[in-house]
T-cell receptor, first 114, second 115 residues
Framework: AQSVTQLDSQVPVFEEAPVELRCNYSSSVSVYLFWYVQYPNQGLQLLLKYLSGSTLVKGINGFEAEFNKSQTSFHLRKPSVHISDTAEYFCAVSDLSGNTPLVFGKGTRLSVIA | DVKVTQSSRYLVKRTGEKVFLECVQDMDHENMFWYRQDPGLGLRLIYFSYDVKMKEKGDIPEGYSVSREKKERFSLILESASTNQTSMYLC??????????????FGSGTRLTVV
């Protein structure tokens, strides 16, 4: 069975500073990987995904993530955050067959401080 | 541009009531899912469906049932609401994983309070 660990439940960061949100997964098979963002009182919105190909994936709002198979990680990064990036971020994993639904991490709350 | 629609944003129900949460998607997706979200617990899967009239239990199905009579609609039913079912409920849909657009699309969520 797959599982996802988001290593930080809360990450405070000053505006215009870089940020990295960490995600590790466990799986015995090849996987698809996702990052979602949730703004207050809203549903989840897809930030980016890794399905195949280049291990560096670029998403919306200036975010990117790197798939590292040997370390089973998919960390999310942004070089300079804005106040509007304050939200909760979820990492998720699924196997390639689609026979099992996405498994989500518990989330990381990013707080950007002016 | 709304693609997954949940019928209510906020709902207040009394203990013991039967509650219906409706979800409709307009993307012709085969797969639909119901999650609940609680602080510190992330998203937990309640039920999912890979086809019309088909349903599978997720991680926490107790106290819930679902109905999928049409491809675009997936309903979550709380047979007898209890206070521990107070939560945010999120519906999602997806195409098959082997498609280039694979990924879950979520609705805006229904915040249910049971009193």
């Amino acid at each position: 069975a797959q599982s996802v660990t988001q290593l930080d439940s809360q990450v405070p960061v000053f505006e215009e500073a870089p940020v990295e949100l960490r995600c590790n997964y466990s799986s015995s098979v090849s996987v698809y990987l996702f990052w979602y963002v949730q703004y207050p009182n809203q549903g989840l919105q897809l930030l980016l995904k890794y399905l195949s190909g280049s291990t560096l994936v670029k998403g919306i709002n200036g975010f990117e993530a790197e798939f590292n198979k040997s370390q089973t990680s998919f960390h999310l990064r942004k070089p300079s955050v804005h106040i509007s990036d304050t939200a909760e971020y979820f990492c998720a994993v699924s196997d390639l067959s689609g026979n099992t639904p996405l498994v989500f991490g518990k989330g990381t709350r990013l707080s950007v401080i002016a | 541009d709304v693609k997954v629609t949940q019928s209510s944003r906020y709902l207040v129900k009394r203990t013991g009531e039967k509650v219906f949460l409706e979800c409709v998607q307009d993307m012709d997706h085969e797969n639909m899912f119901w999650y609940r979200q609680d602080p510190g617990l992330g998203l937990r899967l309640i039920y999912f469906s890979y086809d019309v009239k088909m349903k599978e239990k997720g991680d926490i199905p107790e106290g819930y049932s679902v109905s999928r009579e049409k491809k675009e609609r997936f309903s979550l039913i709380l047979e007898s609401a209890s206070t521990n079912q107070t939560s945010m409920y999120l519906c999602a849909s997806s195409s098959y994983p082997q498609t280039v657009n694979y990924g879950y699309t979520f609705g805006s969520g229904t915040r249910l309070t049971v009193v």
